[in-house]
T-cell receptor, first 114, second 112 residues
Framework: DGGITQSPKYLFRKEGQNVTLSCEQNLNHDAMYWYRQDPGQGLRLIYY???????QKGDIAEGYSVSREKKESFPLTVTSAQKNPTAFYLCASSIRFGRFYEQYFGPGTRLTVT | EDKVVQSPLSLVVHEGDTVTLNCSYE??????LLWYKQEKKAPTFLFML????IEKKSGRLSSILDKKELFSILNITATQTGDSAIYLC????????????FGKGTKLTVNP
């Protein structure tokens, strides 16, 4: 089955700790994206990657970092510099960058930092 | 600044009612408008609209775009409890700043 997976579903961390969220796809998609969703808010773009070994900042990249060493994987690290890390994080992919109508979303990771 | 505004933010109806969700936008380089349904987790794609006045339809859901007045509506007829979800509107930008700009969503609750 082709798809996009995120793990874990729920993550709890203490303030001051870095945490890495996993995102894997087996759709052979070139482009991958990370979004953040807060209650009552739409999705906001954190980082995106058009192709392996390349990534670009989105609208709210401060306090986050990513890597794209493999086509299938686009992990997101939430660093201690992120002021309000508690949120729902969604990863997505599309066959190539810009084909948003063909964007597949993962099931999301809900991060709680206390 | 590119902006997408959805209204209402929240709506509670009874099964069988018809609802209309609104999405207005102010963006620099419009390419298309997309509607998503989000039930708890991942948003699922509903419609993509690029041309004014052409209705897209899927079962009880339909949507239309007005590029002159800069808005779109999503209609759901004969609502069912399974329609309860957050409905997201997003505008796809062109012209070198390719990205989706999302509205805050409309939370629809359909009561039996």
């Amino acid at each position: 089955d082709g798809g996009i997976t995120q793990s874990p579903k729920y993550l709890f961390r203490k303030e001051g700790q870095n945490v890495t969220l996993s995102c894997e796809q087996n759709l052979n998609h070139d482009a991958m994206y990370w979004y953040r969703q807060d209650p009552g808010q739409g999705l906001r773009l954190i980082y995106y990657s058009q192709i392996v070994n390349d990534f670009q900042k989105g609208d709210i990249a401060e306090g986050y970092s990513v890597s794209r060493e493999k086509k299938e994987s686009f992990p997101l690290t939430v660093t201690s510099a992120q002021k309000n890390p508690t949120a729902f994080y969604l990863c997505a992919s599309s066959i190539r960058f810009g084909r948003f109508y063909e964007q597949y979303f993962g099931p999301g990771t809900r991060l709680t930092v206390t | 600044e590119d902006k997408v505004v959805q209204s209402p933010l929240s709506l509670v109806v009874h099964e069988g009612d018809t609802v209309t969700l609104n999405c207005s936008y102010e963006v620099t380089n419009f390419r298309s408008l997309l509607w998503y349904k989000q039930e708890k987790k991942a948003p699922t794609f509903l419609f993509m609209l690029t041309s004014s006045g052409i209705e897209k339809k899927s079962g009880r859901l339909s949507s239309i775009l007005d590029k002159k007045e800069l808005f779109s509506i999503l209609n759901i007829t004969a609502t069912q409890t399974g329609d309860s979800a957050i409905y997201l509107c997003a505008v796809d930008l062109d012209g070198g700043s390719e990205k989706l700009v999302f509205g805050k969503g409309t939370k629809l609750t359909v009561n039996p």
